[in-house]
Nanobody
Framework: QVQLVESGGGLVQAGGSLRLSCAAS????????MAWFRQAPGKERELVAA???????DYANSVKGRFNISRDNAKNTVYLQMNSLKPEDTAVYIC????????????????WGQGTQVTVSS
């Protein structure tokens, strides 16, 4: 059983940076696709970025060029480096995992974290 714990959220001014971490327990981390989602108040959850177990990545158009997803399989951790943050990036950021890349990108991951709050002030 894989469990996910996010960290690194906080309050930052527009234009600033944050790095989120998602630490996974369990021996099958390296074979799982991982993704970051976010959900703002009153809005639907949206995919931010995803990474295959081998390191291929995809990004939402709204974060391309500003966010970078990476993973360290030796540390069972996936990261989301967020630069040039905007107030519209304010949301709870949640990581998800699944053996299937298409499933995790579609929001059907079999394991989800609790989320970490990111607030960007203008």
């Amino acid at each position: 059983q894989v469990q996910l714990v996010e960290s690194g959220g906080g309050l930052v001014q527009a234009g600033g940076s944050l790095r989120l971490s998602c630490a996974a327990s369990g021996r099958t981390f390296s074979r799982r696709a991982m993704a970051w989602f976010r959900q703002a108040p009153g809005k639907e959850r949206e995919l931010v970025a995803a990474i295959t177990w081998s390191g291929l990545t995809d990004y939402a158009n709204s974060v391309k060029g500003r966010f970078n997803i990476s993973r360290d399989n030796a540390k069972n951790t996936v990261y989301l480096q967020m630069n040039s943050l905007k107030p519209e990036d304010t949301a709870v950021y949640i990581c998800a995992a699944d053996p299937s890349y298409s499933a995790v990108c579609a929001g059907r991951g079999d394991v989800w974290g609790q989320g970490t709050q990111v607030t960007v002030s203008s």
